[in-house]
């Protein structure tokens, strides 16, 4: 997780595709959408998600993902990536990445990076390593190669 930690100290959550689960009065689980880039391509990277230990194992945790993934879909986003377990996130709609395909600031094991495509083709586009997108820089502002 500390991957995908150091990503989001670079720029804030999009509060818009952010959200939490509330029992009277509290917070019981929460979970956040960050602006990400990779290459050309675009997307949201969701997490955190926490509930509340006496709150696990209820359902809450999977309706906040489709939750996000619905406000990703009508925000126009092409693709939502995470780090996480495959058991869990799978049954939701996640796939491993390709090994090689992406990369990120910090070590993480590859087989817990997932993506969840919702425009054809943004994965492909997702390729090299992963940062913030309020700092990424688009292909076209890259030096020309000499």
Known sequence: MLA???????????????????????????????RVAAGAGRAMMLGPLAVRPAFKNLGIGRRL????????????????MLVGDEPYYGPLGFKRFPRGQIAMPRPVDLDRLLHHEIK????????????????????????AMA
């Open 4 to 34: 995908a930690y150091k990503i989001r100290e670079s720029g804030g959550h999009d509060r818009s595709m952010s959200f939490v689960a509330v029992k009277g009065g509290t917070v019981i689980a929460s979970v956040r959408m960050t």
């Open 65 to 80: 993902v489709a939750i996000a993934l619905e406000a990703a879909t009508k925000a126009g986003a092409p693709a939502v």
């Open 120 to 143: 054809p083709g943004a994965v492909a586009r997702f390729v090299g390593e992963v940062c913030h997108a309020d700092t990424a820089r688009l292909p076209e502002q890259l030096p």
